[in-house]
């Protein structure tokens, strides 16, 4: 059983197209992340919700929306999508808001925008 | 501001031991954690340091020194399979809320 799921695992999609990715984990975590990481690899926080709640919004365009319908699960949607936006998605999880006791991250959703 | 320095490629040889250093400008710090990430896989944690000195685990050992901001992952006995990069993440409080910030990552290559 996989902690963290991501799907799909790889997005191919034309500019201006609307996509999402869905996330969910099983260790029953109240936390949960959004990381970008870039072609340089940095990786960067986008968002965190703790049991359905936003508590992390970092400086991210408005076309990123992230929906958690329950603690377990943690989607990102994207909108009007722009070549800038290709990289690798990391959803990861944490016991709660503290994360002292580090995060699990998913295997990532490579998005190519073409 | 949040910086995280750590450098990007080192090489080693198998059997031999190699020192990743980390050195990180933030505010509101409360831990350090180190992640190893092989291409195109998931970050994987490593360590956790959150009080100044040495945590040792197995073959991999972490060090923090929180008056230097500096940090360092120890790898010893190195495999083939420890190529891979290493991601080096401040916990900041910054904000009100805890994250992890990483930097880069130094990607390690191991040699025969």
């Known amino acids: 059983d996989t902690a963290v799921s991501q799907t799909p695992k790889y997005l191919v999609t034309q500019m201006g197209n609307d996509k999402s990715i869905k996330c969910e984990q099983n260790l029953g975590h109240d936390t949960m992340y959004w990381y970008k990481q870039d072609s340089k690899k940095f990786l960067k926080i986008m968002f965190s919700?703790?049991?359905?709640?936003?508590?992390i919004n970092e400086t991210v365009p408005n076309r990123f929306s992230p929906k958690s319908p329950d603690k377990a699960h943690l989607n990102l949607h994207i909108n009007s999508l722009e070549l800038g936006d290709s990289a690798v998605y990391f959803c990861?999880?944490?016991?709660?808001?503290?994360?002292?006791?580090?995060?699990?991250f998913g295997s990532g959703t490579r998005l190519t925008v073409v | 501001g949040q910086n995280i320095d750590q450098p990007t490629e080192m090489t080693a040889t198998e059997g031999a031991i190699v020192q990743i250093n980390c050195t990180y400008q933030t505010s509101g710090f409360n831990g350090l954690f180190w992640y190893q990430q092989h291409a195109g896989e998931a970050p994987t944690f490593l360590s956790y340091?959150?009080?100044?000195g040495l945590e040792e685990k197995g073959r991999f050992s972490s060090f923090l020194s929180r008056s230097k901001g500096y940090s360092y992952l120890l790898l010893k006995e190195l495999q083939m399979k420890d190529s891979a990069s290493y991601l080096c993440?401040?916990?900041?409080?910054?904000?009100?809320?805890?994250?992890?910030?990483f930097g880069a990552g130094t990607r390690l290559a191991v040699h025969p």
């Open positions: 340091n959150v009080l100044d």
């Open positions: 990861a999880s944490s016991p709660n808001r503290d994360g002292n006791y580090g995060y699990t």
């Open positions: 993440a401040v916990r900041s409080t910054k904000g009100g809320y805890n994250k992890l910030i």
């Open positions: 919700y703790n049991n359905k709640e936003l508590i």
